[in-house]
DNA sequence: CAAATACTTAACCACTTGGTTTATTTTTTG
DNA sequence: CAAAAAATAAACCAAGTGGTTAAGTATTTG
């Protein structure tokens, strides 16, 4: 069924799951950006900011080219539809109060 | 914007990024669910699919009432609002077209 | 009360994740 | 050309994840 290990949509949320790579991606929506430029704000090692890079690009939400010596990364939020779609799907449990909380309080009155 | 420490979006985002969670809470949207019956489609042991509940409780997403000795789990959408949020923020780029792949049509015609 | 039921807890294991440091590679610049 | 810069690769480590089996705890039922 859906036991495929590598699955787009498990890439996709484990992706987004990390707040380093959270960050990456809305520091590139404003527009490509060379790694080392992206990489100064946080606090750790330019081999391990590149490991994040490395799971935004397998989820597909970073594409990288180099230029000369620099690598430009640049945001590709395509992926982000599906994951947004499964989500979207829940939206009337939040929105017509249908959720547990709900359920509870029309058992409890 | 996320100024908030990531920690519910992290733990919430974690959640959905595993196909058995998934699955659960899919099948909790058709309503209250006993954790038996839950993991019946799910080719592990009980403590396993337990751990995957817990990982889905500790995201707020399932309730998980006891009534005599079985365990009954309810869906809880409200923390996907946040994630859903989060989102759509990056809708306009797979929408208005100007992720990666828009840029490089516009920048190679 | 004894046994079955529905779970949890505990202990363990293999693998992954997120980080480190050190060394290399590639490219630019003095 | 030699040194600096940008980033990767490799080797390593601690902690977390996802699974197991075995044992324990409530609760219901025969």
């Not at 859906?2 to 991606?25: E, K, Q």
């Not at 499964?86 to 709900?102: G, Q, V």
Request: hydrophobic share 40%; charged share 25%; glycine share 6%.
């Amino acid at each position: 069924m859906n036991a495929v290990p590598g699955a787009p949509l498990d890439r996709v949320f484990h992706a987004i799951s990390d707040p380093t790579r959270r960050s990456v991606l809305a520091r590139l929506s404003g527009g490509e950006q060379a790694l080392g430029v992206l990489a100064a704000p946080h606090d750790m090692s330019l081999p391990a900011f590149s490991k994040h890079i490395r799971v935004l690009e397998q989820a597909g939400l970073v594409h990288t080219v180099k230029r000369g010596r620099t690598h430009y990364c640049s945001l590709n939020a395509e992926p982000m539809k599906a994951a947004s779609e499964w989500l979207a799907y829940y939206r009337k449990f939040w929105e017509s109060r249908l959720d547990s909380l709900d359920t509870f309080l029309k058992e409890n009155p």
